[in-house]
């Protein structure tokens, strides 16, 4: 039997496995999915330009020894990125070949803001006191690399992060899109790059903003008649990090603004960082345009942290505190708490000061007992009220309008959610969720949990909708 893409591959990675840790090949190695083969040249999928180009830096000589061992010394490896986004009627696959033919996806002609005359720029964050232009980066350096631990739920975003740290605005991976639940260490991450840039480039200009600051910003600078000078601002940043960008949904002049200052910056060689609580492909009510070029760069996904890195988390939150604690208790505190990293920190701040105040030593018995009140502290919140609040910032709505009488079908499928979870997830009764989800009676609620569960099974983005609204009223 001849080769096949799949066999020639399969022994390439038996020969890789035997050489390198079994972290770096789960990590850079296991995605990869083998294409075709073509005289001497195998094709090989990668998922993003990062994985191309991490595989080009770091293991090229390791995958051309194994590839000359199975196809001779006339071997070719080809790469095939798999992108989400299409430019214009291009294929959405770009096929490269490591060294000799690197060439890169150009995107369309962008527009341009038109440059001002005017030579002063006004500047949001000035340093008092300070006459020449200086910025103060908005960076908290206590969120660093150093404490942000590694582990299966965030590699991928960490090491994208470091690449990026290294060379701001001179990797493929830009705009560097971070995205995930909440507590699971988005902001720590985006201010970690900005950190590190700051330490190796200190001339550049770094800033971090949230996307809530930005748009009042941009409100205010259209009050005041001055949007030019706002914009021509951000022009002149090197590394800008904007955090929760889903925040400028439904915000169409912002997101205006934002399109130029983005275009300025990744035509000029500045580098982008973005934290968003979920994909570009499941944001709600952001422009196409500026979407697309969300999906220029890399996104990378945080994910809630497995066992052994909830003990991780827990033995540097200890040892940067000076604090000892016995092995089983920190293992009992990471068996028990699985959800986000905020809350896990959150423990073991409450088990260390329950020790402190009351001068007693850490138990197994203590930490029983302060993960029981956090578990009961945290199901005590899960309200009807508390789910109607979830549900709505999830649809960037306020509660108001997923109460009111309207027929819109965005509005209705939401309360049918809403009301659906709190069947689900609450012991109230049914006449009791109507009465609370805008005075209605027990038969709608009945009506949108045979909704909710119908659709579910015949829409992948209403499926989609029930999965991520899950998650966020389960953690």
């Not at 190695?29 to 294409?35: L, R, T, W």
């Not at 232009?133 to 739920?153: H, P, R, T, V, W």
Request: proline share 3%.
């Amino acid at each position: 039997m001849g080769k096949t893409a799949q066999s020639v591959w399969n022994n390439c990675l038996a020969f890789i496995q035997d050489n390198i840790t079994p972290q770096a090949y789960k990590t850079w190695f296991e995605p990869i999915k083998a294409i075709k083969l073509t005289d001497n040249a195998l094709s090989i999928q990668v998922p993003s330009k990062f994985f191309y180009e991490w595989l080009e830096e770091h293991y090229v000589n390791i995958l051309k020894v194994s590839l000359t061992k199975e196809l001779g010394k006339q071997a070719k490896l080809v790469y095939v990125i798999k992108m989400e986004n299409t430019y214009g009627n291009k294929s959405p696959f770009t096929e490269k070949i490591p060294s000799t033919q690197r060439s890169t996806v150009s995107p369309q002609e962008i527009d341009r803001p038109s440059k001002s005359k005017k030579p002063e720029l006004k500047n949001p964050f000035i340093i008092p006191g300070i006459r020449n232009l200086k910025i103060d980066s908005q960076l908290n350096a206590n969120y660093s690399f150093e404490n942000f631990l590694e582990g299966d739920s965030n590699r991928l975003a960490r090491n994208a992060g470091m690449a990026v740290s290294n060379k701001p605005g001179g990797t493929s991976f830009n705009p560097l899109l971070i995205f995930g639940g909440v507590g699971l260490g988005k902001t720590h991450l985006a201010h970690a790059i900005g950190v590190e840039v700051k330490e190796k480039y200190p001339e550049k200009t770094v800033l971090y903003i949230s996307a809530e600051k930005f748009t009042q910003q941009h409100i205010e600078s259209v009050r005041k008649n001055n949007r030019n000078d706002f914009i021509h601002f951000y022009q002149i940043i090197d590394v800008l990090i904007v955090d929760d960008i889903q925040l400028l949904s439904g915000k169409s002049g912002t997101q205006d603004v934002f399109f130029h200052i983005f275009n300025h910056l990744h035509q000029n060689g500045k580098q982008v960082i973005l934290t968003s609580d979920k994909a570009p492909v499941d944001m709600q009510d952001i422009e196409q345009r500026l979407l697309s070029r969300f999906k220029w760069g890399l996104s990378a996904e945080l994910q809630n942290p497995d066992f052994e890195t909830r003990v991780k988390i827990i033995e540097n939150k200890l040892y940067r505190d000076g604090v000892e604690m016995p092995q089983d208790i920190i293992e009992y505190l990471a068996n028990n708490i699985q959800t986000n990293i905020r809350e896990l920190e959150g423990a073991i701040i409450s088990l260390i000061a329950h020790s402190s105040f009351n001068k007693k030593e850490i138990t197994i018995d203590l930490a029983r007992k302060i993960v029981e009140n956090y578990v009961k502290h945290t199901k005590k919140e899960l309200s009807i009220d508390y789910i109607q609040k979830v549900v709505s910032d999830y649809f960037q709505m306020d509660v108001a309008t997923l109460q009111s009488k309207t027929r819109k079908r965005h509005i209705v499928q939401a309360r049918q959610l809403a009301m659906f979870f709190a069947k689900k997830l609450t012991k109230a009764s049914l006449a009791s969720i109507g009465s609370q989800i805008g005075k209605r009676d027990h038969a709608t609620v009945l009506h949108a949990c045979k909704t909710v569960n119908n659709l579910s099974t015949t829409d992948k983005q209403f499926k989609k909708f029930v999965e991520e609204l899950d998650k966020r009223l389960t953690i």
